[in-house]
């Protein structure tokens, strides 16, 4: 799977939009982009994933560059139950048992 | 929606036990995971299940042992713990392996051993 890097921390104001970005240059074209978090003390929550195309749900957006090597995850009206360390991971779609490689994250701080 | 459940949520013992981590799903999800995270080694695979009476091992299995008798459970035993198996467990399940599915974690089992 290939290498993600990450900011280590970002701060955010409650209610604005938090934008955490992602550098994954050497992403395959069979490789899913993936964000997680994980709240302190808590299991690692999936967020949301896509391959090529932006993609949406109910708890953010991802945008990913028409290169593929780069991406961001936003939430659009960060709150401070979204204060916790988010995680992307690239990861293939093919192949036996792909484990999720997380790496250090980005600690988001949510303040009022 | 129960999801996915591991117990106990915290566990004393000491070395040379035996000691067993629990972990139930309700999604049906075919593929079973057991990961541990450790400061400094973000999480890492100790073993994982295709379905049931199905298991493989991941990148630490040393020291740890797996079954899967029914698709809904998977628990994970540490036969004879050791101080270094201090750490926090958790147990994910996801319906297939490829990349478009994604792997949902329980809450974790925090384990000392003394």
């Known amino acids: 799977d290939a290498k993600t890097t990450q900011p280590p921390s970002m701060d955010c104001a409650e209610g604005r939009a938090a934008n955490l970005p992602c550098n994954h240059s050497?992403?395959?074209?069979?490789?899913?982009v993936y964000w997680y978090r994980q709240i302190h003390s808590q299991g690692p929550q999936y967020i949301i994933h896509g391959l090529k195309n932006n993609e949406t749900n109910e708890m953010a957006s991802l945008i990913i560059t028409e290169d593929r090597k780069s991406s961001t995850l936003i939430l659009p009206h960060a709150t401070l139950r979204d204060t916790a360390v988010y995680y992307c991971?690239?990861?293939?779609?093919?192949?036996?048992?792909?484990?999720?490689?997380f790496g250090t994250g980005t600690r988001l701080q949510v303040t009022l | 929606d129960a999801g996915i459940t591991q117990s106990p949520r915290y566990k004393i013992t000491e070395t040379g036990r035996q000691v067993t981590l629990m972990c139930h799903q309700t999604w049906s999800h075919s593929y079973m995971f057991w990961y541990r995270q450790d400061l400094g080694h973000g999480l890492r695979l100790i073993y994982y299940?295709?379905?049931?009476?199905?298991?493989d091992k991941g990148e630490v299995p040393d020291g740890y042992v797996v079954s899967r008798s029914k698709t809904e459970n998977f628990p994970l035993t540490l036969e004879s713990a050791t101080r270094s198996q201090t750490s926090v467990y958790f147990c994910a399940s996801s319906r297939s392996t490829g990349g478009n599915q994604p792997q949902h974690f329980g809450d974790g089992t925090r384990l000392s051993i003394l």
């Open positions: 050497t992403i395959s074209g069979n490789e899913y």
């Open positions: 991971i690239v990861r293939s779609y093919t192949g036996t048992a792909s484990k999720l490689t």
């Open positions: 299940s295709a379905a049931a009476d199905i298991t």
